[in-house]
Each structure stands twice: as C-alpha cells, then as structure tokens.
C-alpha cells in the first residue's frame, strides 16, 4: 500500500523535471532563432556588468599596492650641513632611544652624492670631482677656483617606524616625524609614505563609484531584460490566451520566460568575465611594470601569482554567473507577470 503513493511522487518529480528541461530547452532555441537580438542583448549586459566589475578591480589593485608601499614607508632626516661624525653618531643614538624607532640607516654626503649620480644618470667624472667634505666654505673660499666644489648634499639619516596598537604605518611615521623635528641639529623631516594616504582616499572615491555604478547598472538591466522578456511575451500574446482557455495557470505560461531571462543574465555574466579578462591581460603587464618601479611585485613569484590568479579568476567567474542569472530571473518573473496577467482570454 505505501509503494503505491512514493512511486506516483516519484513520477510527479520526473514529470516535473521533464516539464523544466524542455521549457529550458525551447528557451535556448528561442534565443538561438534570433542570434543578433541576442548577441546585442548579452553585449548590453555584459559590458554593464563589465564596468564597476573593473572599478572594483583597479581599487583591490590600488589597495593591494598602498599596503605593500605602507610596509616600506620610512622618515628621512636631513642633518645640518657640515655636522661632524660625532654629531652625526649622538643624534642618531638619540633618535634610536624613542620607543616609536625600528631601525636607522645612515646616509653619509658622499653616499647621497653617488646615488644621486646612479639614478640621475650623472657622469662618473663630475660626481668624483665634488670633495667629500659638504658645501661650508667661505665666499673667499667660493671665489678661489683651484678648490674643486663640494658635496652640497647634508648627512641624511632613514628611520623606519615601530607600528603599536590599532594604528597604520603611516600615522606611527608622522608621530614619530613630529618627535624627530625637536631633536638637535635637525634641518628637516620628510615622512616619504605621506602621499600614500591621498593615494587610499582615492581608493575609497573608487570604490564608492563602483557601488554606486553597480546600483544603477542593476536597475538598468532589470529594465533592459524586462523589456526584452515583455517583447517576448507580446509576440506570444495568442499563445498565452489559448493555454490560459485550456486551463494553465500563470506560473506554467511564465516559466520559459523566466528561463529566457535566466540564460540571458548568465550568458552576459559569462560575457563579462570573458572581458575583464581581455581587459585586464592587456593592462596587466603595464600595471606589473608600474608596481615594479616601487619594489611592490617580485619577479620571482611568478607560480604563486598564476596559481592566485586562476582561483581569483574562479571566484569572479561565480561571482558574474550568479549577478547575472539572479538579475536575469528577477527581471523575467517580474515582467512576465505583469506582461501575461494583462493577456486575458
């Protein structure tokens, strides 16, 4: 008696099932009967979906890079032209005694001068005729030209900062830098990772921008496939009424509607993520170089970044499927409702 009732469910649910892949498939023939509406719809949705996507893109990127840059933020202390070793050796045990201090680097005239020369590109010659000691002479001494010129460049001393508590790298070096400019024999301090807090406030103008951008993309193509998903049901008008004579309910008549709209949002979400990655393969080797002149990216992570980069690829790749395909399901049930309860028999 109990095998009688579970085999008809069993039945239903194959029923069903079959119901659902043929309405599925007369969906995808239907999209295959019109292959420019529908290659011009998947572009519209794709490239919709395709813009904050990248947005949000360039601001991981830029986030990535500022906390890579932060790691390496440092002060530079520029002394009093003319101290003396000594000198130089008391401030820099002064400024290491400060709790805020991690390390310290000394940078002597001479030192600065040759890599001035390195990277400015100077010639050998000219850099070796500058005399080690640093630019104090007298104006009889300027006036005298048997002297050669002197290293204008002041001893520079590069301290690193010691993070404590909930705050960022760069508010420990501007405390520390505030310290450092009461300390004896100090012309000046330079916090070189100041910019990168500008830098981050443009990263979070970005990112908004893209919230934002993917509101409005959102509601676009809810309207976009809604209409298309109207269109349809307005060339199936005669349909409609004949299966609604006959007794179908609204749901059934709906149901390749919103299989319609299902495989459009998916199709543009596969079509989005196919861009970003033409997109992004073509600016991925300049921004690569970019990162590389601030020591940001390592040439010898290459099977760790492929490796990272096939699982980041994965995860948009869902991340686009379900986006489109939800935005599709939404647009079709909402439209087709609308659209076939207004086809009274």
């Known amino acids: 008696m109990s095998t009688k009732p579970s085999a008809t469910a069993s039945l239903k649910r194959v029923s069903k099932l079959a119901e659902h892949r043929r309405e599925s498939a007369r969906a995808l023939s239907r999209l295959r009967s019109a292959p420019a509406a529908t290659l011009i719809t998947l572009l519209v949705i794709g490239i919709a979906l395709l813009l904050p996507a990248l947005l949000l893109q360039l601001q991981r990127a830029m986030s990535a890079g500022i906390v890579a840059l932060e790691s390496e933020a440092s002060i530079s202390v520029y ?54 000691e640093v630019s104090t002479r007298s104006r009889s001494e300027v006036s ?25 790298l760069g ?17 000046s301090v330079a916090v070189e990772g100041a910019w990168l807090a500008r830098l981050q406030a443009l990263t979070q103008i970005i990112r908004r921008a893209a919230q934002l951008l993917s509101l409005l993309m959102a509601v676009g193509l809810l309207t976009a496939i809604g209409n298309t998903i109207r269109l349809s049901v307005e060339q199936r008008r005669d349909e409609i009424r004949v299966s609604k004579l006959i007794g179908a309910s609204d ?25 970003q ?23 010898n992570t290459g099977a760790f970044e492929l490796g990272e980069g096939v699982q980041r690829a994965g995860r948009e790749l869902g991340l686009f499927l379900s986006a489109g395909g939800l935005l599709g399901w939404v647009a079709a049930l909402v439209a087709s409702r609308r659209a076939i309860a207004a086809c009274e028999p």
């Not at 508010?171 to 012309?187: F, K, S, Y």
């Open 251 to 275: 749901g059934y008549i709906a149901r390749p509607f919103l299989y319609l709209g299902l495989f459009l949002g998916i199709g543009g979400g596969l079509l989005a993520w196919l861009l």
């Open 171 to 187: 508010e420990a070096a501007e405390r520390l830098a505030t310290e450092i400019r009461g300390v004896e024999l100090v012309e």
């Open 277 to 299: 990655l033409i997109v992004v393969g073509l600016i991925g080797y300049e921004v690569g170089q970019f990162l590389a002149l601030y020591a940001v990216v390592d040439g």
């Open 79 to 132: 002394l009093d032209l003319g101290v003396s070793d000594d000198d130089t050796k008391r401030v820099s045990e002064q400024i290491l005694n400060l709790d805020e201090v991690d390390s310290l680097e000394i940078i002597t005239p001479a030192q600065a001068l040759a890599q001035l020369g390195e990277t400015a590109g100077l010639d050998s010659e000219f850099i070796a005729s500058f005399d080690s």
């Open 144 to 168: 005298d030209t048997r002297f050669n010129p002197r290293n204008p460049l002041p001893t520079t001393l590069i301290v690193s900062a010691r993070v404590s508590g909930d705050e960022t």
